[in-house]
């Protein structure tokens, strides 16, 4: 696709239950990063791929999130138990070598909301 | 860790007018970007620059490294520029990491 691809575009669930988020990059990308942002809040890094590997995870709140990325390409956030607090807007997005030196193009995001 | 502050928060123009939005940062980088979001909540690459001017269309945006300042102009707004500014930079100890100013909430009235 021309663009970066973002699934499900909204995500209702209930507290407690498992959710995967999926980031579709732009071909060719090397670099795909995962943020958050929360209403009325700034964006917040959770984890940084550099091919298949998470050079920076460091962002991940707990150890309820986990996030891989196969093939250099698809990648997955996966949020184990939901809690009410998880309800954001999740963010993929991806550049061809890293924010050092190539311009970022964002997904149009997943809207999670944990009833 | 880089700090990134930007000004203003908030600015409200009418149409026409030229705007400026300022970004200062605590450490020395290789890049700076300009992000837009739009109420429906996409984000927009505007720019990523390291040194000079860059220009598209009606935007211009501006760094200078020695004082750490980049600055976003719009030239002729119009009332579909509003939207939520955002300069960030990245962390170079960090794997490209991005560090993200506050945003500044530009509206533009018709």
């Known amino acids: 696709g021309a663009g970066v691809s973002q699934s499900p575009s909204n995500k209702v669930t209930e507290k407690g239950k498992d959710v995967e988020l999926r980031c579709d990059p732009i071909s060719g990308h090397t670099a795909l990063y995962w943020y958050r942002q929360s209403l009325g809040q700034g964006l917040e890094f959770l984890i940084y791929f550099q091919g298949n590997s998470a050079p920076d995870k460091s962002g991940l709140p707990s150890d309820r999130f986990s996030a891989e990325r196969t093939g250099g390409s698809v990648s997955t956030l996966t949020i184990q138990r939901t809690q009410q607090e998880d309800s954001a807007v999740y963010l993929c997005?991806?550049?061809?070598?890293?924010?050092?030196?190539?311009?970022?193009?964002f997904g149009n995001g997943t809207r999670l909301t944990v009833t | 860790k880089n700090e990134v502050e930007q000004s203003p928060q908030n600015l409200t123009a009418q149409e026409g007018e030229f705007i400026t939005i300022n970004c200062s940062y605590s450490v020395g980088i290789s890049a700076l970007h300009w992000l837009q979001q739009h109420p429906g909540g996409g984000i927009v690459s505007l720019f990523m620059?390291?040194?000079g001017k860059k220009k598209h269309g009606r935007l211009i945006a501006t760094i200078n490294i020695q004082e750490k300042h980049s600055s976003l102009h719009i030239t002729a707004s119009h009332p579909r520029d509003s939207a939520v500014y955002i300069c960030a930079v990245p962390e170079e100890t960090s794997g490209s990491r991005l560090t993200f100013g506050e945003g500044t909430q530009l509206t533009v009235n018709p």
């Open positions: 997005a991806s550049s061809y070598r890293s924010s050092y030196n190539s311009p970022l193009h």
């Open positions: 620059l390291s040194s």
